[in-house]
């Protein structure tokens, strides 16, 4: 954390994010004001980061009390029990937030570049709502930048166009922008209408980040196809008019030891209270999903595979239970409501099928969960599911891994998510395969406590090693390397 700080003392750091670290809520039954930390790996990501160094955060105000928490520059001091950076808010009209949240970035970016068979949409008036707000953001980190030469991370697929338009308006801005999700192959970054303008946006960086090589690669690819510039595969530059992009996998991580786990009861607490909570005997298997209640999350897949090991293997009926914590998200969007209803819908079927008085397999959650109550649940599990069709990195398997302090339990892991690449020792299934996962299930289930401690173990050191500090970390090198350069240039 120190490193951060020193890797660019003079530097100022700013955010842009369309999420907010806090939101605030005012409470329907009393009226109170309530902060709420939102379900984002993003924002778990980051907002360690900016307590370590300070600076400000520039995000949309999206809750029912954010106006009157702020003050008259729409500032707000943050975190509220011990505030390290501010928090300024942009305001986004309904109408604006339809075109630019809901229809260009999650109708059409999102199923883009998430492989899941969900046809994107592009609609000329969001992509119009999508440059307004990019230009909002744009002007609101000129305005808060107190130099000429601020450190500006921006943040996702939400601001594709805002890096090229802070840098005409900052020159020397050190830019980095990070895309928390898949990036494509060029074939399919092709279907959007406005592809030229979204990669001459991203190459406004100084450094445009993905979470793996693999998506560099797509990135390159799609760069090559579609826009004259010079890519030196070598160095992982791209020139575009003379300015220079540096290209590079930055896996992002999550802090250790997580804020969550202090305060925490030990394990074997935890177990026994989440049990109690649950209604479930002592000795009963806890399998755990946790996530936003997202069709790329692949929830549906994860229950067919418990549906498959019920019916191959009816001994575990009364002998586990699978816990899915859905956190609602996009509701107002059709691809996400349907998923609601189908995971309803499917849950009730294979409880009927497999249940019996008062036993249910499943018992499907859907609300938000603050970070403590996930941590607890991860440490009271046997097994943790996590079978996205694909994701950019996904932190919940992470975090997972980060509670487990007594080297127990079993993570499944998508082949799809970038934590495969560093969580090799969890067992790794393709969620397509129904009959693959489920017998990733029943092998976790029979997992002995010396293999379970030794995979624990393993990804335990990785995610230690590799945290998210270091993820921020080497961005900074990168970036203090190009800002040394460019003061060499302007000096001489
Ligand atoms: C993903 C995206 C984030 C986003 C989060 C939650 O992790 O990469 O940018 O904040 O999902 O989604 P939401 O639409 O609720 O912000």
Same mark, same amino acid.
């Given at each position: 954390?120190?490193?951060?700080?020193?890797?660019?003392?003079?530097?100022?750091?700013?955010?842009?994010?369309?999420?907010?670290?806090?939101?605030?809520?005012?409470?329907?039954?009393?009226?109170?004001?309530?902060?709420?930390?939102?379900?984002?790996?993003?924002?778990?990501?980051?907002?360690?980061?900016?307590?370590?160094?300070?600076?400000?955060?520039?995000?949309?105000?999206?809750?029912?009390?954010?106006?009157?928490?702020?003050?008259?520059?729409?500032?707000?001091?943050?975190?509220?029990?011990?505030?390290?950076?501010?928090?300024?808010?942009?305001?986004?009209?309904?109408?604006?937030?339809?075109?630019?949240?809901?229809?260009?970035?999650?109708?059409?970016?999102?199923?883009?570049?998430?492989?899941?068979?969900?046809?994107?949409?592009?609609?000329?008036?969001?992509?119009?709502?999508?440059? *307004?707000?990019?230009?909002?953001?744009?002007? !609101? =980190?000129?305005?808060?930048? %107190?130099?000429? +030469?601020?450190?500006? /991370? $921006?943040?996702?697929?939400?601001?594709?166009?805002?890096?090229?338009?802070?840098?005409?308006?900052?020159?020397?801005?050190?830019?980095?922008?990070?895309?928390?999700?898949?990036?494509?192959?060029?074939?399919?970054?092709?279907?959007?209408?406005?592809?030229?303008?979204?990669?001459?946006?991203?190459?406004?960086?100084?450094?445009?980040?993905?979470?793996?090589?693999?998506?560099?690669?797509?990135?390159?690819?799609?760069?090559?196809?579609?826009?004259?510039?010079?890519?030196?595969?070598?160095?992982?530059?791209?020139?575009?008019?003379?300015?220079?992009?540096?290209?590079?996998?930055?896996?992002?991580?999550?802090?250790?030891?997580?804020?969550?786990?202090?305060?925490? *009861?030990?394990?074997?607490?935890?177990?026994? !209270? =989440?049990?109690?909570?649950? %209604?479930?005997? +002592?000795?009963?298997? /806890? $399998?755990?999903?946790?996530?936003?209640?997202?069709?790329?999350?692949?929830?549906?897949?994860?229950?067919?595979?418990?549906?498959?090991?019920?019916?191959?293997?009816?001994?575990?009926?009364?002998?586990?239970?699978?816990?899915?914590?859905?956190?609602?998200?996009?509701?107002?969007?059709?691809?996400?409501?349907?998923?609601?209803?189908?995971?309803?819908?499917?849950?009730?079927?294979?409880?009927?099928?497999?249940?019996?008085?008062?036993?249910?397999?499943?018992?499907?959650?859907?609300?938000?969960?603050?970070?403590?109550?996930?941590?607890?649940?991860?440490?009271?599990?046997?097994?943790?599911?996590?079978?996205?069709?694909?994701?950019?990195?996904?932190?919940?398997?992470?975090?997972?891994?980060?509670?487990?302090?007594?080297?127990?339990?079993?993570?499944?892991?998508?082949?799809?998510?970038?934590?495969?690449?560093?969580?090799?020792?969890?067992?790794?299934?393709?969620?397509?395969?129904?009959?693959?996962?489920?017998?990733?299930?029943?092998?976790?289930?029979?997992?002995?406590?010396?293999?379970?401690?030794?995979?624990?173990?393993?990804?335990?050191?990785?995610?230690?090693?590799?945290?998210?500090?270091?993820?921020?970390?080497?961005?900074?090198?990168?970036?203090?390397?190009?800002?040394?350069?460019?003061?060499?240039?302007?000096?001489?």
């Amino acid at each position: 954390q120190r490193l951060l700080v020193e890797m660019m003392p003079d530097a100022e750091v700013l955010i842009v994010s369309n999420r907010e670290p806090y939101i605030h809520n005012r409470a329907p039954d009393s009226n109170k004001i309530e902060v709420q930390i939102p379900a984002s790996g993003l924002v778990a990501a980051l907002e360690p980061v900016i307590r370590a160094c300070g600076g400000t955060w520039i995000a949309h105000g999206s809750g029912s009390a954010d106006r009157e928490t702020v003050d008259a520059n729409d500032r707000l001091p943050v975190p509220p029990d011990n505030p390290s950076y501010v928090l300024r808010r942009i305001w986004v009209s309904d109408e604006e937030q339809d075109g630019f949240y809901y229809g260009l970035a999650n109708e059409g970016l999102w199923p883009l570049c998430h492989i899941a068979f969900v046809r994107p949409l592009f609609r000329e008036s969001d992509w119009h709502y999508y440059r *307004a707000i990019n230009e909002r953001f744009a002007e !609101a =980190v000129v305005h808060e930048a %107190k130099t000429d +030469d601020p450190v500006v /991370l $921006v943040q996702d697929y939400h601001f594709a166009l805002a890096p090229r338009m802070i840098r005409q308006r900052l020159p020397k801005a050190t830019i980095i922008s990070f895309w928390h999700i898949p990036w494509p192959n060029a074939e399919t970054f092709g279907i959007c209408p406005w592809k030229e303008e979204i990669i001459d946006g991203l190459l406004g960086s100084t450094i445009v980040g993905f979470h793996t090589q693999f998506h560099c690669n797509n990135f390159f690819e799609t760069v090559d196809r579609f826009i004259e510039s010079r890519i030196d595969r070598e160095h992982a530059t791209v020139t575009l008019r003379g300015e220079e992009t540096l290209v590079r996998a930055y896996p992002i991580s999550i802090d250790w030891p997580p804020k969550a786990l202090a305060g925490q *009861a030990p394990v074997a607490e935890c177990r026994v !209270a =989440v049990r109690r909570a649950l %209604k479930l005997a +002592d000795d009963i298997k /806890l $399998v755990v999903g946790i996530e936003r209640f997202d069709y790329t999350k692949g929830i549906l897949d994860r229950m067919k595979a418990l549906d498959d090991l019920l019916t191959r293997e009816p001994q575990w009926k009364h002998r586990l239970v699978f816990v899915q914590v859905a956190a609602p998200t996009r509701s107002r969007l059709e691809k996400y409501s349907k998923l609601q209803e189908e995971a309803v819908a499917l849950s009730d079927d294979i409880n009927q099928r497999h249940g019996d008085g008062s036993y249910k397999p499943i018992q499907l959650i859907v609300r938000h969960h603050d970070q403590k109550e996930v941590f607890r649940l991860f440490r009271a599990a046997d097994l943790c599911i996590v079978s996205s069709l694909h994701d950019g990195m996904n932190l919940v398997a992470k975090e997972f891994v980060a509670a487990r302090e007594d080297e127990r339990g079993v993570l499944i892991l998508s082949s799809f998510t970038g934590a495969s690449r560093e969580l090799s020792e969890a067992l790794i299934v393709n969620p397509y395969n129904t009959r693959e996962m489920s017998e990733a299930l029943g092998t976790g289930l029979r997992m002995p406590d010396h293999e379970q401690r030794a995979r624990m173990r393993s990804m335990r050191r990785q995610v230690r090693e590799w945290n998210v500090y270091r993820w921020a970390g080497r961005m900074l090198i990168d970036a203090a390397g190009t800002r040394r350069r460019q003061q060499i240039i302007d000096i001489a």
